[in-house]
């Protein structure tokens, strides 16, 4: 018998077993029947048997709970990159600028004062509304990822600013603006945080804080529209006589920020900010 018919007849008798009741398995099969394997035939002909298309990122399928503290994690829901750091509870998520930025500032140790620890993320000469050449506005700067948020639920979200604003003549319709996205933007990558909105340091207006006061008084306007906590501090420099301690005008000396810690600190416990 050749081939051909060899195969017909084995079909044959295979279904014959089958309306039977027999189980096909038992129908063994010449092995001068079988046909050499054929590659094109089997699409995944050897092991490991990879399923995740090349263009889809490991870190995106691996749960951010395991991921290596310190790892970039590709956020589905925002559409950033994160980074991952673990239980966030205790951590200030702090959005700023050159008042923020010196790890001795007053904002920072205020809030570690308050007992977190703090994830500062900003830059020196932005603001609602202005960058620098490498940096954007804060909106912006978020966006386009000029710096990174931790994935996670902080305690607190902070954003601190309007100097750069001011010094800039920036409008108020500008600042509006740049204030109320970055803080819808927070709102919705971390629904379950708190917030606040931490004012402009300046003298009083009646000292001569000029536009620093009013962009203070701008941003308090704007965070009760969105009822978020506000600590201004449109005319802190005069009320707490810390005129001596500014190093260049608008910034404080490392004595200044030291004496303006513990004020900024008592101001959160006055908004029920502060953790036990």
């Known amino acids: 018998m050749g081939p051909g018919r060899l195969r017909v007849a084995t079909a044959a008798l295979a279904v014959a077993l089958a309306s039977s009741g027999a189980p096909v398995s038992a129908v063994a099969t010449p092995a001068s029947a079988v046909a050499p394997p054929s590659s094109a035939g089997v699409p995944f002909a050897t092991p490991p048997l990879v399923l995740a298309p090349r263009t889809t990122s490991a870190r995106r399928l691996t749960p951010p709970a395991l991921l290596p503290l310190g790892s ?62 490498a940096v954007h506005d804060y909106d912006d700067a978020l966006r386009l990822g000029d710096w990174l948020l931790p994935y996670g639920d902080p305690g607190l979200v902070v954003v601190q600013g309007g100097g750069n604003d001011a010094t800039r003549r920036s409008s108020d319709a500008a600042i509006t603006k740049g204030a109320v996205a970055i803080l819808d933007e927070l709102r919705t990558a971390y629904p379950h945080s708190k917030r606040l909105m931490v004012g402009t340091l300046s003298k009083s207006a009646a000292d001569g804080g000029g536009r620093r006061t009013e962009v203070d008084a701008l941003l308090g306007r704007i965070a009760a529209r969105l009822e978020v906590p506000f600590v201004g501090c449109g005319d802190w420099i005069s009320r707490y006589g810390l005129a001596d301690e500014l190093a260049d005008g608008v910034h404080l000396k490392a004595s200044g920020m030291a004496r303006l810690t513990p004020i900024f600190a008592d101001s959160l416990a006055a908004q029920g900010l502060a953790l036990d």
């Open 72 to 133: 970039l994690y590709a956020d589905p829901a925002t559409g950033r990159r994160e980074r991952i750091l673990g239980d966030l509870a205790r951590t200030a998520v702090l959005i700023g600028d050159s008042q923020s930025e010196p790890t001795d500032s007053w904002v920072r140790r205020g809030l570690e004062k308050a007992g977190y620890s703090v994830y500062f993320a900003g830059k020196g000469g932005t603001g609602f509304s202005v960058g620098t050449a």
